[in-house]
T-cell receptor, first 112, second 113 residues
Framework: GENVEQHPSTLSVQEGDSAVIKCTYS??????FPWYKQELGKRPQLIID?????GEKKDQRIAVTLNKTAKHFSLHITETQPEDSAVYFC???????????FGQGTRLTINP | NAGVTQTPKFQVLKTGQSMTLQCAQD?????MYWYRQDPGMGLRLIYY???????DKGEVPNGYNVSRLNKREFSLRLESAAPSQTSVYFC????????????FGPGTRLTVL
């Protein structure tokens, strides 16, 4: 099955700085790469996703980059704000599968 | 639109008791999923239903059963609860099997004593 790892597991940055979270996966046939955000006590919500025919996608302060050769994709958050504090999960879809495989999560803390 | 709803929100069981967690979605989605989330861990897939009438095991199916009652509803049953099943359970749905955004319910916090 698909092995998914996220790094780092915790990340603390100063407000206004950038944050980068990396997700590695094992299935070279994976073709869909979303990132979910979960605030404390809340449900996970999709914040950005990318498909295998695209190398980068940006939505305001967040972006996702994909390196299919190296089998990893990354979440980039610029100009971080206190409301960015949350746990972030990557969840690649293995090739041919009808499900997502979630990473263990990265706890991001934005320090004022 | 209520989106994905789950009942109950909280539940405390004794070891060996049974219960059913209910999930419903009003987005006309084909696929539905049940996950569990333990402290400090990601979401682990228990069972999923790619379409009405089908169900498949996920990563951690032991101790659980599911029923896709109709297109809207997908229930998760614990036949004989164990303390290891203490967790937060999330139901989710998506429009296309695993390809598009999964929408999550608010979760059920289950404690097994």
């Amino acid at each position: 099955g698909e092995n998914v790892e996220q790094h780092p597991s915790t990340l603390s940055v100063q407000e206004g700085d950038s944050a980068v979270i990396k997700c590695t996966y094992s299935d070279s046939a994976s073709n869909y790469f979303p990132w979910y955000k979960q605030e404390l006590g809340k449900r996970p919500q999709l914040i950005i996703d990318i498909r295998s025919n695209v190398g980068e996608k940006k939505d305001q302060r967040i972006a996702v980059t994909l390196n299919k050769t190296a089998k990893h994709f990354s979440l980039h958050i610029t100009e971080t704000q206190p409301e960015d504090s949350a746990v972030y999960f990557c969840a690649p879809r293995p090739g041919g599968a009808q499900k997502l495989v979630f990473g263990q999560g990265t706890r991001l803390t934005i320090n004022p | 639109n209520a989106g994905v709803t789950q009942t109950p929100k909280f539940q405390v069981l004794k070891t060996g008791q049974s219960m059913t967690l209910q999930c419903a979605q009003d987005m006309n989605h084909n696929s539905m999923y049940w996950y569990r989330q333990d402290p400090g861990m990601g979401l682990r897939l228990i069972y999923y239903s790619a379409s009405e009438g089908t169900t498949d095991k996920g990563e951690v199916p032991n101790g659980y059963n599911v029923s896709r009652l109709n297109k809207r509803e997908f229930s998760l049953r614990l036949e004989s609860a164990a303390p290891s099943q203490t967790s937060v359970y999330f139901c989710a749905s998506s429009e296309v099997q695993g390809d598009n955004e999964q929408f999550f319910g608010p979760g059920t916090r289950l404690t097994v004593l």
